[in-house]
Every structure is written in structure tokens, then in C-alpha cells.
């Protein structure tokens, strides 16, 4: 959309209509896997969103749910584009097709389980003992869309590890101590399976059959005789492994296993024949899937932060991704913007696929950190990284090759990087020798070492149209350096406090820096004269974090610009921090014009505004609120 911004010019519009497309680094955290849309679409759980895969065309998109939390638990209906999402302390209906939230519902206890019947005209909730049953609303406006139609407390001894639906009106739950119940949303009278030796995984009903796996790696079948379930046999799983998670595909009889070591074992269920055997990232399996075609498995490990769509009879990936483990610490987009390459804390080096939201290549090439990674300017495919462990990789994006490495005489890190316009000069600064070091990317030579700051030197840049080099420091510097010419000279822009970032105008003709203090200055950099500042700490909000020990009104700390970033046409300013949003600012007027929201996932530090809510623990869930508020209460005399 467009919006006419208050102080510009009747002829001047500026569109702000940007929302989040897709989530990359972040492939799966918890929850169970579900396919939609005829089982084309496979929808999994990443933080507060869900993430879709398509399946055919192997891409992905995002569905922003607005969900504050984690989440728990997630539902699809099997009639409707209608999804029951659970996060820590509230239940949402979301509009799959629109993408938007219908209700959101504050619940007491987190949900752990969610199920809908085969009619979808029903749906259960779960919580660690007790099941609760809903209408499935429908996608007509009504005032208060999800009703209860039945609660049941099934007073187990362990919580519920796993609950699914018999036929439209029964269900069964089960619990971790081996505890089973099959109950009615109308008035029957509850049944209990006994003969479990030990806490049950998973469970898998029909209207003629019921299916249990438990911790002692046994798969108990029940069968149906006049509306009563009974024990009909029990076959040992030959693996001494612990079993996570299962599932089971009637038509084909194929039940999956999936232990701790990451072993996932497809089975014939009549008679336990293994069929076929995959060890996956070697790490624990969290969730798994059969795909109704009986061919294709579904893979996922939330503490290898990977998904596998895997084809077991021809051998063969249909989608593989994995996630970034530790920090993020770096990303930098290629010039034709069809790739982004991003650089984390355990030195991995990522190729993602912005038009399909999957990655395709994975380096591992660095020792420490990667710092910083920029594709060349003059788009002949080449990508340079600098790392902790004080080299500099040279990478080729059209072979996904590495070719060169440069390093520095003596022990160094490298924090920050720059490549020149022609794609020949190479300069990286140090974190600890407050050096800048020159190299020459097609003869690997080292061409020279400039010295001049008293600081880590945390930002490069070169003048996109003028041979002119900027080196940001935190001893309150800046210095403009003339390293083309045969006498080498540097002018130094002083500022106020330490300088966090700097970038050029794409023309060349302004210089942005952001110092801690939270103020952007703007530099002529052929006069070295100052053309405008901009106070931002009054429109930089931050969240409360645990090691605050100030309060909200009187603390600045946070409030500066990490990163900033010109328009293409020069006249806007991006600029973000350690705040939940991205600020742009029109650059003639020095105004702040538009906030992007990134997250509002309360998980994160810094992102809960409501100082209430956040001790020096961390997050005030429910019940510790629900504490302090009776220790507030005043006993009165008598």
C-alpha cells in the first residue's frame, strides 16, 4: 500500500507495505509435523511461526501466526484450511489460506497435545492431566468462536505423552506411566487398556483397532469385539535404544520408529519386519511422518535444528534442510539478490535460496567465527569471509568452491571486511592489533598493513564511486583512507563516543555513522564536513532484560544503531538495533517514518515492552504472577 507521510511534498509517495515472506536459519524447534492440502504441504513448527514446505515445487513460505510464544503444540483440520495453534498460555485459531489469526484464547495450563477428529467437526486439547474437547468453529465472523463441549480429567499419575481419535465420537489418551483411556464426547462410560509394562510414546486408533508403543520397546495391538477394545497380541522391537517418536500409516501397514541415537526404522506393523534403516544427523529425533503415498518419511530434530523429507524407496532427498545452531553473527545478500549467505558462531558459512527459502550449500571451513561475509560488487560470484581464527576465505558462488586464503604475518581476528568495486582489493581489520590489512584477491599477496587506531576496528567500507576507504573504530573514529594513491593518507573524523557502524550513500556523497551514544551522523566525505545529525535514543524502544537493574525511564543502555543501511535511491535510512524493530528515516527531513516489527516472540530478550512481566530471573509466567500477587494481598486484623 501507499501512505502520504505528514511534512512531504503533495507528489512524493513512499510504499510501506512490507511483511515477513519467510524465515531463514531457523528450519524446526519442537512440536509435531503435519501435512496439508492433499499432503502436498508440510507444515512444522519454528519458534512462534509455521513454516510451509512445498513439497512439489520444494519451496517454502512463512505463516505469521502473531503468536507471542513457543510454540507447544499445533493442529490442522482434515475438511477446513483451519489450524489450532498452542503456545505457553494461549490457544489460536489460525486461517491457513489467509495466513492471519481468526481467535486467540487464554488458557490456564500449556497444552501439550492437540487432535482432530476425522469428521473435523471436533478437536482436543491437552494439557499435562487433564483433556479438554472444542466445537470446530466455522470460517464465518462470529463473536466467540471456540466453545468447550466437554471437559474430562482423567486423573493420571504421569501427563499425557500422546492422544488421537478412535471415530468422530470416542478417543483414546495415554500416558507416560503406562496409564490408558478411552473416552466419549457423549455419556459413556470410560474404558481402560491394561497390560502396559511401561509408559507408552505413541498411540495409533480406528474404529477397529487400537495400536501402542511403549518405553520397553514392545507394540501391543488391541482389537474391537462388541464396542470394547481387548488385548490381541504383542510384538518386541529388536533395538535397544529408546524410542521417541511413531507413527503409522494404515493403509499401507507401515509403522516408523524412531529412537534416541537417530535411528528411524520403518516396519512391516503385522509382524515387525524391518523394512528399511536411516540414521539421521545423528542426534534425536523429535518428530516423525508417513506420507500417504507410503514413499516418502518425514524427519525432524529440534536440537540439530534440521528437517529431512526423505524418499526411502528410491533412496533419494526430496527436501533437506538444517538450521543455524548457534548465533547468527552475519548475512550479506548477493548483487543479483538471488542468494544470501550467512556466517554463524560455529563458523559455518550457509547458501540460502531467496526464492525458495531452502538452503543448498554448507561450508565448514573456518575454525572460530565467521565475523563478517560480503559477495564481490562487481558480480563475477565471489565471496569473501573473515573469521575469529584469523584467516580470510575466498569462495566461488557459481561452483561453490573455496579458492583462496589469506591470512595476516602474526596471530590475529578478524572483525570486520570490505571488497572495492573492481572485486581486486581485499581489506580486513583486526579485533585485537587494531590493524587493517590490504591483499590482492588474484595474486593472494598481502599489499600492505595500516596502522592508526587505538581500537577494535569494527566496520569497512569503500566509497562506491571514489577510490576511498572507511574505517570505523571504537576509539571514537573514523578515518578516511587514500590507499590507491603513491603516498598513503588518512583524515580522521572525530565523534562523541564509540562508532558501532557507518555506511556510504549509494552516489557516494554522504557518509552515515552510528556511535553508541544512539546519534547517526552524516559526513560529506570529500569536505569532511558534517551535514546533519539525528538523536534517535527517544524513538529506539527496547524490552526489559534480565541484567537490567535499572529502571525503564532512566536507562539508555541498548539504545544505538548495530547495523544501518541507505535506499537505493539514497533518500531513506534503515536502521536496527537490539530492539524488536527496523527504523527508516527520511533523510530530508531527518523524520522517523516507518517501524517494521521483526518478532514478538517473548522468548527472545528485549522484546517484552511491559517491565511487569520480567523479574530478575527472566519472564513472569502465570504462576509465579499468580504468587506474587498473594503475597501483595493485605491480611487485615480479625
Known amino acids: 500500500y501507499q501512505r502520504r507521510v505528514r511534512g512531504f511534498s503533495a507528489k512524493k509517495k513512499m510504499n510501506f507495505g512490507f511483511k515477513q515472506s519467510n524465515i531463514l536459519g531457523s528450519v524446526y524447534t519442537g512440536a509435531k509435523v503435519s501435512f496439508f492440502e492433499n499432503q502436498n504441504y508440510l507444515i512444522v513448527a519454528s519458534h512462534n511461526n509455521l513454516v510451509c514446505y512445498d513439497l512439489i515445487n520444494k519451496t517454502s513460505f512463512l505463516i505469521n501466526c502473531s503468536i507471542k510464544k513457543i510454540i507447544h503444540a499445533f493442529a490442522i483440520s482434515p475438511i477446513s484450511p483451519l489450524a489450532v495453534v498452542a503456545d505457553a498460555d494461549s490457544l489460536y485459531l489460525v486461517n491457513l489460506k489467509k495466513k492471519i489469526p481468526i481467535s486467540i484464547v487464554t488458557i490456564k495450563n500449556s497444552i501439550t497435545q492437540i487432535a482432530f477428529n476425522p469428521s473435523g467437526t471436533h478437536f482436543a486439547t491437552a494439557d499435562d492431566y487433564d483433556i479438554q474437547i472444542w466445537l470446530t468453529p466455522n470460517l464465518s465472523k462470529e463473536l466467540y468462536p471456540l466453545k468447550i463441549a ?42 481402560k487398556l491394561i497390560g502396559h509394562s511401561a509408559g507408552i510414546i505413541a498411540c495409533f486408533a480406528f474404529p477397529n483397532k ?85 514413499n516418502w518419511i518425514v524427519l525432524a530434530s529440534s536440537q540439530k535444528n534440521s528437517l529431512l523429507v526423505w524418499d526411502w524407496r528410491a533412496e533419494t532427498p526430496i527436501i533437506k534442510q538444517q538450521g543455524i545452531q548457534l548465533h547468527l553473527n552475519c548475512f550479506n545478500y548477493s548483487p543479483d539478490g538471488s542468494l544470501i549467505a550467512t556466517g554463524s558462531a560455529d563458523g559455518n558459512l550457509k547458501f ?48 561453490y568452491k573455496k579458492f583462496r586464503t589469506l591470512k595476516a604475518k602474526k596471530p590475529c581476528q578478524f572483525c570486520s571486511l570490505a571488497i572495492d568495486s573492481s572485486g581486486e582489493i581485499i581489506v580486513a581489520g583486526t579485533f585485537d592489533t587494531y590493524e587493517i590489512y590490504v591483499w590482492s584477491l588474484q ?61 556510504y550513500r549509494p552516489d557516494g556523497c554522504e557518509f552515515c555513522v552510528s556511535t553508541l551514544d544512539g546519534v547517526l551522523t552524516f559526513w560529506n566525505p570529500k569536505e569532511s564536513a558534517i551535514l546533519g545529525i539525528i538523536e534517535a535514543r ?27 543501511c541507505y535506499t537505493p535511491d539514497g533518500s531513506c535510512l534503515l536502521a536496527c538495533g537490539k530492539s524488536k524493530y527496523v527504523y527508516l528515516y527520511e533523510l530530508s527531513q531527518k523524520v522517523l517514518v516507518k517501524k517494521f516489527l521483526i ?39 480479625g
Open 150 to 191: 466437554k471437559s474430562l480429567k482423567t486423573r493420571f499419575f504421569s501427563p499425557i505423552s500422546d492422544m488421537c481419535w478412535i471415530n468422530n465420537k470416542k478417543m483414546i489418551c495415554v500416558a507416560k506411566d503406562g496409564a490408558s483411556l478411552i473416552t466419549s464426547i457423549n455419556l459413556m462410560k470410560p474404558q
Open 210 to 294: 487400537i495400536i501402542t508403543i511403549t518405553k520397553s520397546r514392545n507394540v501391543t495391538f488391541w482389537k474391537s469385539i462388541f464396542s470394547k477394545f481387548i488385548f490381541e497380541k504383542k510384538n518386541p522391537i529388536k533395538k535397544h535404544q529408546i524410542i521417541l517418536c511413531a507413527d503409522y500409516l494404515e493403509k499401507d501397514d507401515l509403522l516408523l520408529i524412531c529412537f534416541i541415537n537417530g535411528d528411524a526404522m520403518l516396519y512391516k506393523a503385522e509382524d515387525l519386519s524391518l523394512l528399511y534403516e536411516i540414521n539421521f544427523a545423528k542426534s534425536q529425533i523429535n518428530a516423525c511422518k508417513i506420507h500417504e503415498n507410503g
Open 352 to 399: 540460502w535460496n531467496v526464492s525458495t527459502g531452502l538452503y543448498h550449500v554448507n561450508f565448514q571451513d573456518h575454525q572460530e567465527a565467521i565475523s563478517q561475509v560480503v559477495f564481490s560488487p562487481a558480480n563475477n560470484g565471489v565471496l569473501i569471509t573473515a573469521s575469529l581464527d584469523g584467516t580470510v576465505n575466498a569462495y566461488d558462488t557459481i561452483r
Open 443 to 503: 595474486t593472494s599477496k598481502l599489499l600492505d598493513v595500516l596502522s592508526g587506531h587505538e581500537a577494535p576496528i569494527v566496520h569497512l567500507a569503500f566509497n562506491p564511486t571514489q577510490q576511498q576507504l572507511a574505517s570505523s573504530s571504537w576509539d571514537t573514529t573514523v578515518k578516511l583512507w587514500d590507499i590507491f594513491a603513491a603516498k598513503l593518507s588518512s583524515e580522521t573524523l572525530s565523534h562523541s563516543a564509540d562508532v558501532v557502524t557507518a555506511a
Open 538 to 564: 527517544s524513538d529506539i524502544i527496547i524490552g526489559k532484560r534480565t541484567d537490567f537493574l535499572r529502571s525503564k525511564v532512566n536507562t539508555n543502555i541498548d539504545k544505538y544503531f548495530t547495523s544501518i
Open 599 to 637: 518478532t514478538s516472540n517473548e522468548f527472545y530478550e528485549g522484546v517484552i515492552t511491559n517491565f511487569r512481566k520480567v523479574s530478575e530471573i527472566g519472564v513472569i509466567d502465570k504462576e509465579q504472577e499468580q504468587k506474587n500477587k498473594k503475597k501483595k494481598k493485605m491480611i487485615l486484623p
